[in-house]
């Protein structure tokens, strides 16, 4: 994995070197890395990769949160999944991007309306996943404690909860990415700092170096933070040994 990234910089490099591709169009490595280092001297970088790092957080936390709890709610009542199901399935199949200029009117061009697009688009997904886990849990098992009188309570934390830790894992590794793009777009609609505005702003100013340092960072920023909730995954693992 390691040459194939190495071979495709260096092809990038050597091809915008030997003017097989526009470097004013593309770029090249060299350009991006010196606009990355260029803005760290000054500090700009840190605050622009802070303020993204942030949003993300913030909306993979509370989107992951209210959809975990959500998938509860619509597991403890049947009438109340019956009554929600459609609008869920309508919820998700929405673009959430048109849901933008709502959360602008609504929220004002503030950090608000974009840790709203975040936790937009990941919220729906955690539920759908999380509640699909619930219903899959093993009915026999949930038949035994029924049998010895448990509650719906007892039920849920030590038999559903437990089961469903996979499942929970596998939703938190999808709203990583979920959480970045909501975060990422909201940038584009009204953010003056992150990633997403320099992505913005590099491209009104035809800069396509800030726009691919900005890019390349952000990929950096993506599989960090995957695998930190892989690592987070391991760690949960092993205390279920």
């Known amino acids: 994995r390691a040459v194939l990234l190495a ?8 091809a915008a070197r030997q003017g097989w591709i526009n470097a004013f169009v593309v770029s090249q490595p060299s350009r991006a890395m010196a606009t990355a280092v260029s803005m760290a001297r000054r500090g700009d970088l840190w605050i622009h990769l802070g303020m993204t790092v942030g ?45 933008g200029p709502i959360f602008i009117v609504w929220l004002g061009t503030t950090v608000t309306a974009i840790i709203a697009m975040a936790i ?26 029924r049998t010895f009188g448990a509650t719906r309570l007892q039920i849920l934390s030590k038999v559903v909860l ?3 830790v996979p499942v929970m894992i596998a939703a938190l590794k999808v709203n990583v990415g979920l959480s970045m793009v909501g975060t990422i777009v909201g940038e584009f609609l009204v953010s003056k700092a992150g990633l997403g505005f320099l992505i913005v702003y590099g491209g009104q100013v035809f800069n396509m170096s800030l726009v691919m340092s900005s890019v390349i960072l952000l990929s950096i920023v993506s599989v ?16 279920r040994e």
């Open 7 to 14: 071979a495709f910089v260096m092809l990038w490099e050597v």
């Open 55 to 99: 949003e993300t957080a913030v909306g993979f936390t509370v989107g992951t949160l209210i959809g975990i709890v959500a998938a509860v709610m619509l597991w403890w009542s049947d009438l109340l999944s019956d009554i929600l199901d459609p609008y869920i399935v309508v919820l998700n199949s929405i673009p959430k991007v048109a849901l």
């Open 120 to 145: 937009s688009i990941s919220v729906i997904v955690t539920i759908m996943m999380v509640y699909v886990g619930f219903r899959e849990v093993d009915p026999d098992r949930v038949k035994l404690l």
């Open 162 to 164: 437990p089961a469903s």
């Open 224 to 239: 960090l933070l995957y695998y930190g909730v892989s690592a987070l995954e391991q760690a949960v693992l092993r205390t």
